[in-house]
Structure formats: structure tokens, C-alpha cells
């Protein structure tokens, strides 16, 4: 990424304190205006966007609305998507080389590029199915 400003600077700062949890351009206002850093709603979306081209977050869509989860990962030879449990809300990163077969069988035979950072796939985890169960 080429020049940050102080405020990208922040909201990155302030991703990173999250880490792996899932956060609300919301919460991560309230978190600058804490620090001593009031930006704006519109900043922060405008930012988040720039952070997500760059693959340095993920954008989670939920019924609830869209939440921003830190990427530190960098490509490689794993697809580095998202997997979102309907039940408890949990969401991991799917580091996995299998994926990249889909990705690869997609882009063959369909013509459909997909972009890993921004792919959610959305199911049940082990845990909640075994909720289920009971």
C-alpha cells in the first residue's frame, strides 16, 4: 500500500488490536474516538474499502450488516477465504489448498475469477452441528 495517512494509519492500529474477531465500522469508531481520534462514519467505510482491495481485511456480510476482520496473511499458495458459522457467528480463515482446485475448476471452465479475500462461504460449524444433534 502506498502512502497512509494518520487516520489509516489508526483504523489499522485499531484492526489489529481486534486481531481475529470481527468488528463494526461502528465499534472501530467508537474505538478512535477513544484513542483521541475522532473520524467520521464516511471515513472509516472509505478506508475499510481501501483496506479491502488491498487484502488486508476481510468484509463479512451479515443479516445484521457488514463487519471488518484484520488479514495479516498475504497470498500464497492457499486459498485465504472466510468460513462463517450460521449458528454461533464464529468466523475463521480457511487456509486451505483444496480450495484453490474450486478456484482454479471456476475460472477453467466458467470464466469466473474468484478473488479469495473477498469470498465468504457461509455454513455450520463442527460445534454447532453437534449441537444440532442433540
Do not use: N
Request: proline content about 4%; charged content about 15%.
Amino acid at each position: 500500500m502506498a502512502y497512509q495517512t494518520k487516520q489509516l494509519q489508526a483504523l489499522i492500529d485499531c484492526l489489529a488490536k481486534w486481531g481475529q474477531r470481527p468488528v463494526s465500522a461502528a465499534q472501530l469508531r467508537g474505538d478512535l474516538q477513544a484513542m483521541g481520534k475522532p473520524v467520521s462514519l464516511a471515513t472509516i467505510y472509505r478506508q475499510l474499502d481501501r483496506l479491502a482491495q488491498g487484502h488486508q481485511l476481510h468484509k463479512i456480510v451479515t443479516p445484521e450488516g457488514s463487519l471488518f476482520q484484520y488479514c495479516p496473511h498475504h497470498e500464497g499458495e492457499t486459498a485465504q477465504c472466510l468460513i462463517h458459522c450460521q449458528g454461533c457467528g464464529q468466523v475463521s480463515h480457511l487456509d486451505c489448498h483444496e480450495a484453490l482446485a474450486l478456484f482454479d475448476h471456476l475460472s477453467q471452465h466458467h470464466g469466473f475469477q474468484v478473488d479469495p479475500a473477498l469470498t465468504q462461504l457461509t455454513g455450520t460449524c463442527a460445534q454447532c452441528q453437534g449441537k444440532e444433534s442433540l
